[in-house]
């Protein structure tokens, strides 16, 4: 089992650039969140997934970024433009739906915004 | 609204030491309480929870209501244990997370 896979590793842009993460989940998660994770500090939820519908995105800033979970497996975020803020680590992890279900992380896409 | 402090975001310890790492949270209900650890060049995996009230690679920690703490201890400190440890909460019911700034842990031989 590869766990949660997450691709890019590393990516470096220039600010107003767009950039994409993809996120595949363990196989039978049904459940999927994108965290982001500022330098020194601990994750933050962005929006959180189950099957393909988006159930909270209330800290997902909507100017820019954007997500889709299409066929409720793998998701993708978007930021559009970047801006040097968006310097980060962004997680991708997965559960089953059950409220008292574990969440495993991936390894995160570290993006820096030059 | 929900909140984890870490206020260590560094400790240093000597190996066979006893180490606790202190996590205070706000909340004005029941939480769920977690331990995460992310291990140099890993990816960031549960340590124990506290409904579990189990002892994980020596690892144990408490719920204390009154004092809305959930510190993480162990009696003898291992090199293996040097990494970043985050405390969480999650709200019952719910399956949002709401993490610590962290506390980056170093044994030293």
């Known amino acids: 089992e590869a766990g949660v896979v997450q691709s890019p590793r590393y990516k470096i842009i220039e600010k107003k650039q767009p950039v994409a993460f993809w996120c595949n989940p363990i196989s039978g998660h049904n459940t999927l969140y994108w965290y982001r994770q500022n330098l020194g500090q601990g994750p933050e939820l962005l929006i959180r997934y189950e099957n393909e519908e988006a159930v909270d995105d209330s800290q997902l800033p909507k100017d820019r970024f954007s997500a889709e979970r299409l066929k409720g497996v793998d998701s993708t975020l978007k930021i559009q433009p970047a801006e040097l803020g968006d310097s980060a680590v962004y997680l991708c992890?997965?559960?089953?739906?059950?409220?008292?279900?574990?969440?495993?992380f991936g390894p995160g896409t570290r993006l820096t915004v030059l | 609204a929900q909140r984890v402090t870490q206020p260590e975001k560094l400790l240093s310890v000597f190996k066979g030491a006893p180490v606790e790492l202190k996590c205070n949270y706000s909340?004005?209900?029941?939480?769920?309480l977690f331990w995460y650890v992310q291990y140099s060049r890993q990816r960031l995996q549960l340590l124990l929870r506290h409904i579990s009230r189990e002892s994980i690679k020596g690892f144990t920690a408490d719920l204390n209501k009154g004092e809305t703490s959930f510190h993480l201890k162990k009696p003898f400190a291992q090199e293996e244990d040097s990494a970043m440890y985050y405390c969480a909460l999650r709200v019952r019911g719910a399956q949002k997370l709401v993490f610590g700034q962290g506390t980056r842990l170093t044994i030293n031989p």
């Open positions: 992890a997965s559960s089953l739906v059950e409220a008292s279900a574990k969440q495993f």
């Open positions: 909340y004005s209900g029941s939480p769920e």
